[in-house]
């Protein structure tokens, strides 16, 4: 009876140990649609978090790629509210390129991937977005399966849960 006892006590306590490794650490919830910053450009952009989609990307025009130092490079524009006024302009970015990707859909063809820093509440995540024109939505930035997953869960119910403060010391490297 003792051994039953034990496997009993045991096996209960393994079933019950996911759950208290989520009450120990929670995951922050955010809204399907949230508000960042592209660092270090200081780029105020909408982002929608798309649990349909597997990967990220950026929307950016100008799209030109180029050689430094040996290297693949790009740069590119975004678009985002600039000044006080907050019109929108085009702010130049420089990434390097850290591969390709085959596009999906009828316009196919191979977008680069470049890492960037990105504010989302008080955390600076790094993360990996491939390079899409400006299309028919809204967003600046899709967040995708990929890169939700380091983030925490999404509630559709709720928008702009978090707004970006980031302390440059508050990086987490996640893509």
């Known amino acids: 009876m003792h051994t039953l006892n034990k496997l009993i006590i045991g096996t209960s306590f393994a079933l019950m140990l996911p759950q208290l490794a989520l009450a120990a650490a929670p995951?922050?919830?955010f809204g399907w649609e949230e508000e960042a910053v592209l660092l270090p450009e200081q780029a105020a952009v909408k982002v929608e978090l798309d649990t349909s989609a597997q990967t990220s990307y950026l929307a950016a025009a100008n799209i030109e790629p180029?050689?430094?130092?040996?290297?693949?490079?790009?740069?590119?524009?975004?678009?985002?509210?600039?000044g006080l006024a907050g019109a929108l302009a085009d702010i130049p970015f420089e990434r390097k390129i850290l591969r390709t990707e085959k596009?999906?859909?009828l316009a196919g063809g191979h977008r680069q991937v470049v890492n960037v820093a990105l504010c989302i509440g008080t955390q600076v995540y790094q993360e990996d977005l491939a390079l899409k024109g400006p299309g028919k939505k809204d967003y600046t930035v899709v967040l995708g399966r990929s890169t939700l997953q380091h983030l925490g869960a999404v509630d559709v119910t709720r928008t702009n849960t978090a707004?970006?403060?980031?302390?440059?010391?508050?990086?987490?490297?996640?893509?």
């Open 27 to 29: 995951n922050q919830v």
């Open 103 to 105: 596009g999906k859909g």
């Open 163 to 175: 707004k970006p403060e980031c302390d440059a010391s508050a990086t987490k490297q996640t893509g």
């Open 66 to 82: 180029f050689d430094k130092g040996g290297e693949k490079w790009v740069r590119f524009t975004v678009q985002a509210p600039k």
